[in-house]
């Protein structure tokens, strides 16, 4: 009865101290806020599900999950380990507040489309969609993350644009103003996966993929100077600022995508800061 009870208490105390081992093999970086992306790290060889669906994880254990603009108040992580053991995590995503900001002067049609740009418009769309569904196994994103352009704050992730007294969908980007011409530089390391030089809305358009399906989309630019399909390593020039599309002044609008999930560029950058060596372009 005695030896028993010890077998117990060992068993118990080996089932404590794997709990604990397989807690610590968990670490989640960045905020856990609507627009974050947070970066995971947990064991080789474990298998990640956030919200119900499956995520990529590195060989090194290394994996991305993401919060939209108007995600809800939690989301459900769970980790399973090779050993069989699991980790379960029911996050609470912290609620922000956006601004609402208002633009006169547009041109009528840059508002209220006609029907052959609205064909023009999905034809574009599907080609964001395509460069933005890209899951490769490339963890490009560890090279962290800078500014692409230095220059003045002039509209924020999530705020909501009111075009010519009309109330249009949230802006998913940051807009640094800039003159046209400025270089803008690569982010992170990255290949790029769309080069279009006038869509409709966006103008002249860049998408870099960083891999795991995150990927960084610069719009309104005046020249892009990389090719479909290049290999970029961050701080390397890829294009210069413009005002092409739907814009009223030359300014990057830089946004950043997991999948089809936008995220604030932003808390990207603190979630993932750029290398030591690295000299980011801070905006002012």
Sequence with gaps: MVMRCKTTWLGLMAFVAASVATAAA?????????????????????????????????????????????????AGLLI??????????????????????????VPPRKVEPTPSDQQRIREEAQLV??????????????????????GRISGVYGSQRILNGV???????????????????APADGVVTLAHEDMFFSGGTLILDHGHGLS??????????????????????????????????AHLDWRVNLFAKRLDPALVIEAIPARREATPLEPQ
Excluded: N
């Design 167 to 185: 109330a249009r969908s949230p802006h998913y980007g940051i807009d640094i103003a800039a003159s046209e011409g400025t270089a803008v530089v």
């Design 216 to 249: 960084s989309s610069f719009l309104h630019l005046r020249r892009i100077l990389v090719r479909l399909g290049q290999t970029v390593k961050q701080g390397e020039t890829i294009a210069e600022v413009g005002a092409s599309g739907r814009a009223t002044g």
């Design 80 to 105: 399973s380990y090779p050993d069989g053991t699991e980790t379960k995590r029911l996050l609470a995503v912290a609620k922000r507040d956006y601004r609402i900001q208002s633009i006169d002067a």
């Design 129 to 150: 969609q395509q460069a933005r569904r890209r899951d490769d196994s490339r963890p490009d994103f560890l090279s962290g993350f800078m500014w692409p352009v230095r």
């Design 26 to 74: 968990l670490t989640l970086e960045g905020a856990i806020t609507q627009g974050a992306l947070v970066l995971g790290r947990t064991d080789s060889g474990a298998r990640v599900v956030f919200d119900d669906r499956p995520v990529r994880v590195s060989d090194q254990g290394v994996f991305l999950i993401g919060f939209g603009r108007d995600a809800g108040g939690h």
